[in-house]
């Protein structure tokens, strides 16, 4: 009995060092998330990139300007001969020469490819805005993966608490009765050999909880990995006519058909272009530049200097490109084919994966609530097993199978419970919906 006393302490302290604090409800689970985890936050970065790729800065409408500046000087030994056939000779001659300018350029017309290009890159990031939400929705369900079973282990570290106690009371009644006279040793060690199994799973239990919990923290990307809390337990499915709603809007609010949708535009874009190649191309050109230099004695002039402007029309047609052009355009078009025979596929897996996680949500709502309809069995069947243990009608074996009984589909029924919500999510998913319902 000593070494049960000191296991009763010992589980007491154990429980009380790892107590429960602040709850973590699942919207403040799914907020925390969103602004700190790792793939997330990447991705919402890539969506940035993708709107600074599709604005007017880097869509080629905008002409350019540039700025050309540069001087000169050169010292040389010069011998000049005249018409009336003198010689001169000049040592250490300098000719200094600066320049300016400022160069536009726009180019009027390209054959449409910048007109196309320019609508690739919108779309481009309409697809990066796509890909950000398939990883949210990723981590949403891995997010929901981790705190599911975080509550799981809770609700089992309660039941077997629970276990734990009555096999206590157990215990103590046992130790009276043989005090007594009433039962034999038999019922004690049996007793004490039950209490040292459950307070094993106990302290599992507890174990593997604290190890979630600290799996959950690093998908929330928490500093404090130790940081303790409470979840929210209690869960709520979603009503069938609205899954059925879901399931049949689904060809339009997948995120992979919606994908394949972007992709698919972003290579037909990508086509057009390259036909600009067949095209001429009409730009405009202007400039304002000052010019200045001094010569030596030998020059006509010993300086000179000019500003001006000068503007100009450029017309240019490639004729011929060697065939790379042609090879371009035609590479691009089997790539639109390609996308679509993608898509026709991608339509093909997505009604299967929808059907079979609708039948796989179908089939574990119903075994859990098969599942609770056998707790209340094992409850009842436990509180009739008890009583009559009291009254000496059954034996302690007896008993501990009713126990046991009640132990195992109280777990079955949390794991039940937590599965066909996960179900339920990954059904969300699939339909396009998993952002917009509540958790």
Known sequence: MKNINYLWFFLGCFGSIFGQEDLLSKQEAVSEALEQNFGIVIAKNNVVISENNAGLLNSGYLPSLTGNAGASYNIEDQTVGFQDGSVSDITDAETTRYNASLDVSY????????????????????????????????????????????????????????????????????????????????????????????????????????????????????????????????????????????????????????QANSSKKINEFTYKASKAVFLPKLGLTGSYGWNEGNFPSTSFARSNTTTGISAGVNLTWSLFDGGSGITTVKNAKIQVQNTDLVKRQLVSEVQRDIANAEGNYTNLLAIYRLQEQNVATAQNNFERSNEQYKLGQISSVELRQAQINLLNAQTNKNLAKYEAKLAELELLQLTGQLLNVKF
Do not use: C, H, W
């Not at 949403?140 to 609700?155: I, M």
């Not at 034999?184 to 007793?191: D, I, P, Q, R, T």
């Not at 050999?193 to 604290?210: E, H, P």
């Open 107 to 258: 180019t009027l017309f390209d054959g449409l490819g910048r007109f196309y290009d320019y609508k690739r890159l919108k779309e481009t990031y309409n697809l990066s805005q796509l890909e950000a939400r398939e990883t949210i929705e990723m981590t949403l369900l891995q997010l929901f993966s981790v705190y599911f079973e975080v509550a799981r282990l809770t609700e089992n570290v309660t039941v077997l608490e629970e276990t734990f106690q009555n096999t206590q009371r157990r215990l103590l009644r046992a130790g009276y009765a043989f005090e007594y006279g009433q039962v034999n040793k038999l019922e004690v060690l049996n007793a004490e050999v039950d209490i040292v199994t459950d307070s094993i799973n106990l302290m599992n239990t507890r174990q593997q909880l604290r190890n979630a919990k600290r799996d959950l923290n690093v998908v929330l990307n928490r500093e404090d990995l130790e940081r303790n809390f409470e979840v929210d337990t209690v869960v709520v499915f979603s009503s069938p006519m609205l899954l059925e709603g879901f399931v049949q809007t689904s060809d339009t609010n997948n995120i992979r058909l919606l």
